[in-house]
Nanobody
């Protein structure tokens, strides 16, 4: 079992930045690929970014590429999502997820463990 707790969400103006954190506990964090997903009101959950257990491989949704950066610190059992140049369409609940694999992609089905989410609201 892996427990995930997100933090760092909030209200920010368009063009601003936020850094989300996801703290993991339970089984060895470093053997899990990690991902960030988001869900806006009335929409399905969508992939944002993923990172391999070593941190050497990353991938991003086209909508956030060049603005968001995923990273991890295995010594702190934490994965981060740095979000810059935020847009109102980035408003959503952001979830982190863990997959028992070296690297996972954009499908939510690949991830076994999920956090409760943190709200990000970007005002125009």
């Amino acid at each position: 079992q892996v427990q995930l707790v997100e933090s760092g969400g909030g209200l920010v103006q368009a063009g601003g930045s936020l850094r989300l954190s996801c703290a993991a506990s339970g089984r060895t964090f470093s053997i899990y690929a990690m991902g960030w997903f988001r869900q806006a009101p009335g929409k399905e959950r969508e992939f944002v970014a993923a990172i391999s257990w070593s941190g050497g491989s990353t991938s991003y949704a086209d909508s956030v590429k060049g603005r968001f950066t995923i990273s991890r610190d295995n010594a702190k059992n934490t994965v981060y999502l740095q979000m810059n140049s935020l847009k109102p369409e980035d408003t959503a609940v952001y979830y982190c997820a863990a997959a028992p694999a070296y690297y996972s992609g954009s499908s939510a089905n690949e991830y076994d463990y999920w956090g409760q989410g943190t709200q990000v609201t970007v005002s125009s």
